[in-house]
């Protein structure tokens, strides 16, 4: 091989129904700008390749990429050029079996949305599926045409996407009332206009065997926000505003505004006081290894390094930052995250994942533990240990017990967590969860760390953050 020769380049285009805008963008469109993108970089163009993908959780099997990456494999190809990361991967195990093949001969991926991609790090693949993300949300949002048509076919009733909310059902073309849940959805609005608790609703819905789309029983959470939708009175909101009223109403409006009014009365007094405050104190990292700490007032709010407490002065050289911009970025980055297709799947994976292989093995090691327990109180009372030796063997073996005690609470507190996101908006549903509930879900999502800022500390740079997932 000379040094001569131009890289050679895949083109990887790909038709997808993720968003909710239907079949995306063509593949022509994708080709002619991919390229663009390859007379740009000086490389030559060494095969295209392209899926027609009716579904991106089918899992069906491409054969266009299968193709690439056998190509890729053959060292046939030196990069690889996509529209945006999401047209080249559909789900996180596919982004593996890529990076293997492109890491060890050095394949390059870029993309006309974010440019070279990083896929040589566990943060610039996490980055690499955000970018994806953030692309996708400010077309949407961007989109006036888009915006105009989807309030159009708000305005007619029209299902904008997605799965049918509960309490309605598709008939034909139209939107008609689920009588079954819709009756539920009466009878928990009429509970609380009477009176009673979102807990008792939560109950007597669970009891009805009313599943949210994960199949498990909604929360609190989840209950208190299908009670305030406004489609539950017919209205038809969009960006915020009610634009028709035109749904087939499960309640009346007086009833809705009734139970409106009581959910969100601000004045009732809140479950519990949290005892953190700021979403990021205690989780998010200085670079010396300490967490941060909230301090200040109003809008002169910030975290600083924890380190401060421990001197009780102010001590420079450690992470410092305004608290808006970067609770906001982090919000940002965890529903972005959250919205990832194969998202849900995951978190049912892990789910499962608990069910299934830790916990029969951490029964049969809880048994023996216990076993071992009244072995020892034998052993001493047929005088074969001394009481020291007991109460040493004792002590391992509780210690061994708490830990599995405090296992089994970590796997309840992640089923917990995961009711909470297995929503159809996992990503919507983690912005409605109090603060508390939000930092244990970044908790168990993600490690923050901050990076020094050099010279100049004034605006907040998101290439300072460090996010990475667990
Ligand atoms: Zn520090």
Not at 5 to 16: G, M, N
Not at 337 to 345: N, S, T, V
Request: include cysteine.
């Amino acid at each position: 091989m000379t040094s001569a020769k131009t890289p050679r380049a895949a083109i990887y285009t790909r038709i997808s129904r993720d968003n909710k805008e239907g079949s995306g963008l063509g593949v022509e469109r994708q080709l002619e700008d991919c390229r663009k993108l390859a007379k740009a970089l000086g490389v030559t163009i060494a095969g295209e390749y392209s899926d027609n993908d009716i579904s991106a959780y089918s899992g069906k099997r491409r054969p266009a990429y299968e193709r690439m990456l056998s190509d890729i494999e053959a060292g046939a190809i030196d990069i690889v050029l996509a529209w945006h990361t999401d047209r080249l991967h559909r789900l996180t195990l596919e982004l593996e079996r890529y990076i293997k093949a492109c890491e060890p001969r050095q394949v390059g991926t870029h993309t006309v949305q974010a440019g070279k991609v990083d896929l040589a790090t566990p943060s610039g693949r996490l980055n690499a599926k955000m970018l994806g993300n953030f692309a996708q949300f400010e077309s949407e949002h961007k989109g006036d045409r888009i915006r105009r048509q989807k309030a159009q076919a708000a305005k007619q009733g029209k299902y904008l996407g997605g799965r049918i909310p509960w309490g309605w059902k598709v008939d034909g073309e139209s939107i008609v009332i689920d009588e079954d849940a819709a009756r539920l959805i009466r009878e928990g609005t009429e509970a609380i206009i009477t009176g009673r608790s979102i807990i008792s609703v939560t109950r007597a819905w669970a009891d009805a065997g009313a599943a949210n789309s994960a199949g498990t029983r909604r929360n609190t959470t989840e209950v208190k926000r299908t009670l305030l939708r406004a489609r539950n009175a017919g209205l038809v909101t969009f960006h915020g505003e009610v634009v028709s009223n035109e749904w087939p109403a499960l309640v009346s409006l007086e009833d809705f505004r009734k139970c409106q009014a009581i959910l969100t009365d601000d004045s009732r007094p809140k479950q519990s006081e949290s005892k953190f405050k700021y979403l990021l104190s205690g989780i998010a990292e200085c670079f010396c290894g300490r967490t941060m700490t909230g301090f200040g007032t109003m809008a002169k709010r910030a975290y600083r390094c924890r380190v401060h407490q421990e001197g009780g002065k102010f001590i420079s050289g450690h992470a410092h930052r305004a608290m808006q911009p970067l609770d906001d970025y982090v919000r940002a980055f965890a529903v972005s995250y959250l919205r990832l297709p194969d998202m849900a799947d995951r978190i049912r994976a892990e789910m499962q994942r608990l069910e299934d292989a830790q916990q029969p093995e951490q029964r049969q090691d809880i048994a023996e533990l216990i076993e071992r327990k009244h072995a020892l109180a034998r052993l001493f009372a047929q005088g074969v240990i001394s009481e020291s030796q007991l109460v040493e063997g004792s002590r391992e073996v509780e210690a061994k017990l708490e830990w599995h005690g405090q296992q089994a609470a970590a796997n309840g507190m992640q089923r917990g967590l995961a009711a909470v996101v297995l929503t159809d908006d996992p990503g919507g549903s983690f912005l409605a969860s109090d603060v508390e509930v939000q930092r244990e879900i970044l908790r168990s999502m993600f490690t923050i760390r901050l990076q020094p800022t050099g010279p100049h500390r004034g605006e907040f740079d998101p290439s300072t953050v460090k996010i990475q997932g667990r």
